[in-house]
């Protein structure tokens, strides 16, 4: 089993992720009321917090509300759990986590958690591909009794904590599992590129998507690949994690090795034997060709036309199928936007992509955005440009459209 935490300002889409995902089940809601719905759990986490805001006497003003823990044991380890046993995983998790303490860097006291004490709710998932199931448990940072949960080195608590559950149960320990997946993603990787024809980055990370991983391309300024994360599950690696053939300035050398060019051997050609014959040759009689019926394939959709909802109307969007793929799988939601989801961040870019500006604009100011650039006069693709650059120049800028307005705050007497 692993255990992944990170402490989020965006509470509210990590909830409605961990609950509203497709498939995804409820496994337990502690210090809450039952049947709340996920908006209604982080706005009591974030006013919780705001209320005992004012009992902080040290240090800076608390603004990232929630703890999330990813919580991953293995298909084998949990092929036979009951709701009941991941209710009791989630306990245990909490439990041996507060007891682990730590001296971070730089201070000079162990510090612990109590968040067992805090409101906090678990949902279970399910991988679409491999079925495994792993459990996301999302936590408030401040205790029912008004004190804040240090989370200095939380990531490393949380090993810790994961290698004390996995020594009680005799399960694998992180390590050992993060190797396994590592060499299986691996092993993904230099499969999809021996099968490539051609080499096609954009391709790759398709294939890569349809194998079950979550892939996160990383572009500079210039839409230039830099770097890219695989994802599975719990574990998320680092393509130079991975190994360094597999690193974005590397891929295409590697497709190169995996694909030599034959050498050609150059052979004297045979002269034609001539061999003469005393008998008579039968004049040859070209056989009737008979005509073949034309037979039209079914035409390949080239687009997929999406009907958004932007709140005053709805407008269809036909969209390139060789750009879908970056609309669905590269949208990100902007932080501290406990509105939008990826969803309206792809109809919003997409909306652009379709010169629908207006529309675009409406939209993101619906989703809780306004505090990041807008597109300027004459938005459109330029000419030097393809589709998949202008489409990720669309969700970069729909990105930005749904930054959140700055709060601004005057001087206190």
């Not at 199931?133 to 490393?156: A, F, K, Q």
Request: glycine share 6%; net charge positive.
């Amino acid at each position: 089993m692993i255990m992944l935490a990170k402490v989020v300002p965006y509470g509210g889409n990590a909830v409605r992720y961990a609950l509203d995902k497709e498939k995804a089940k409820l496994v337990k809601v502690n210090h809450m009321p039952e049947g709340i719905d996920p908006t209604a759990i982080w706005y009591m986490m974030k006013h919780h917090c705001q209320l005992h805001q004012q009992d902080r006497t040290v240090g800076r003003k608390l603004e990232r509300f929630m703890t999330t823990f990813v919580i991953s044991p293995s298909k084998e380890e949990a092929g036979n759990f009951t709701m009941k046993d991941w209710e009791n995983l989630s306990d245990e998790a909490l439990e041996v986590l507060d007891s682990v303490g730590l001296i971070p860097k730089g201070m000079e006291k162990e510090v612990k958690t109590n968040f067992r004490n805090s409101m906090n709710v678990s949902g279970l998932h399910s991988d679409s591909k491999s079925g495994t199931l792993h459990m996301h448990l999302d936590c408030c940072r401040v205790d029912l009794d008004g004190n804040t949960n240090d989370v200095h080195d939380i990531h490393r608590r949380a090993m810790m904590a994961a290698e004390i559950i996995n020594m009680r149960h005799g399960w694998k320990q992180p390590d050992e599992i993060r190797d396994m997946r590592n060499a299986e993603i691996a092993e993904a990787c230099e499969y999809i590129l021996q099968r490539m024809k051609e080499f096609d980055v954009d391709k790759y990370f398709r294939l890569l998507r349809m194998k079950g991983y979550d892939v996160k391309p990383r572009y500079d300024k210039n839409w230039n690949l830099v770097g890219y994360t695989i994802g599975k599950n719990a574990s998320v690696f680092k393509a130079s994690d991975i190994g360094r053939r597999y690193m974005a300035s590397q891929l295409e050398d590697t497709w190169k090795k995996l694909h030599p060019k034959s050498t050609q051997v150059w052979m004297k050609p045979v002269s034609p034997v001539v061999t003469s014959s005393n008998s008579l040759s039968r004049p040859s009689v070209p056989k009737p060709t008979v005509a073949k019926p034309n037979v039209h394939p079914n035409p390949v959709p080239i687009n997929t036309v999406f009907s958004i909802n932007t709140g005053n109307d709805v407008k269809k969007v036909w969209i390139p199928n060789t750009v879908k793929d970056i609309f669905l799988n590269e949208a990100q939601i902007p932080e501290d936007n406990d509105t939008a989801t990826k969803e309206n961040v792809s109809h919003i870019a997409m909306l652009l992509f379709a010169g629908y500006i207006d529309a675009a604009t409406s939209m993101s100011e619906s989703c809780g955005g306004g505090g990041g650039s807008a597109p300027e006069s004459g938005w459109w693709k330029k000419d030097d440009e393809d589709e998949r650059a202008f489409a990720r120049r669309c969700l970069h800028m729909a990105h930005s459209m749904c930054k959140p307005k700055a709060v601004r705050r005057g001087y206190h007497r």
